[in-house]
Nanobody, 125 residues
Framework: QVQLVESGGKLVQPGDSVKLSCAAS????????MGWLRQVPGKEREFVAA?????????YYSAAVKGRFSISRDNAKNMVYLQMHSLKPEDTAIYFC?????????????????WGQGTQVTVSS
């Protein structure tokens, strides 16, 4: 089992950048594919990005964020990051870090097994 703690959420203006961090503990981190999902109150959780286990050579992004967001990992520090650029008001949400030890790269909510508590990102002028 792996424990996840997100940080870095903040209030920003449209067009700004934010970098979210997720600290993992409990199991060998490199064995988990990692991802970020987001949720707006009253709506379902939405997939944002994922990165493959071990070296993280494979990544996948939702159409809504592709080209603006970048996911990365540092196995030496047990960390995964989400760099967000050109933020829009519709990016406002609680962002969750998630993990799975399945082999395939996860691309939707039900393919993740472990979750953090979330960090709030608000984009508003």
């Amino acid at each position: 089992q792996v424990q996840l703690v997100e940080s870095g959420g903040k209030l920003v203006q449209p067009g700004d950048s934010v970098k979210l961090s997720c600290a993992a503990s409990g199991q060998p981190f490199h064995g988990y594919s990692m991802g970020w999902l987001r949720q707006v109150p009253g709506k379902e959780r939405e997939f944002v990005a994922a990165i493959s286990w071990n070296a993280g050579t494979s990544t996948y992004y939702s159409a809504a964020v592709k080209g603006r967001f970048s996911i990365s990992r540092d196995n030496a520090k047990n960390m995964v990051y989400l760099q967000m650029h050109s933020l829009k008001p519709e990016d406002t949400a609680i962002y969750f870090c998630a993990a799975t030890n399945r082999n395939a790269l996860p691309y939707r909510e039900d393919l993740f097994d472990y979750w953090g508590q979330g960090t709030q990102v608000t984009v508003s002028s």
